[in-house]
């Protein structure tokens, strides 16, 4: 829980510094990943409520970095994704993300990061039922 909340607050902390908030890092990752999607399932994906994703998009939105659009023959839902800002953006998290990983395995030999990363999904495999 330590490693985690340390690491959480180093990405969070320079997430902040190109204005970003919380959660938002999260939901840069999912769009350009998958490019495109609606607010449920993109709670779903995450794991956090829809109004929580809500309230997260809808500052993206006026940070100009999403836009939410109809699809043609589908009024009930809005579908999200990244603006051209927004794609910028979400490229300076993943440099942040990847710097923070680097910090955070520097003193493990490549084995042991390979290790680890196995070990982290086999975690979350497991918390997930799979």
Excluded: H
Excluded at 24 to 51: G, M, R, W
Excluded at 101 to 121: F, M, Q, V
């Amino acid at each position: 829980m330590k490693a985690n909340s340390m690491f959480a607050r180093k990405v969070m902390y320079e997430a902040n510094k190109i204005g970003l908030t919380s959660g938002q890092p999260k939901v840069l990752y999912f769009l350009s990943k998958f490019k495109e999607a609606d607010q449920k399932t993109i709670a779903n994906y995450l794991e956090i409520e829809p109004a929580t994703v809500g309230s997260i998009l809808l500052g993206m939105e006026k940070s100009g970095l999403i836009e939410r659009k109809q699809r043609e023959g589908n009024r009930r839902s809005l579908y999200v994704s990244l603006t051209e800002k927004g794609i910028e953006v979400s490229n300076n998290m993943e440099k942040i993300f990847e710097d923070t990983e680097n910090i955070a395995t520097d003193r493990l030999s490549e084995k042991d990061k390979e290790k680890l990363k196995k070990l982290l999904i086999e975690m979350c495999n497991s918390l997930r039922g799979v």
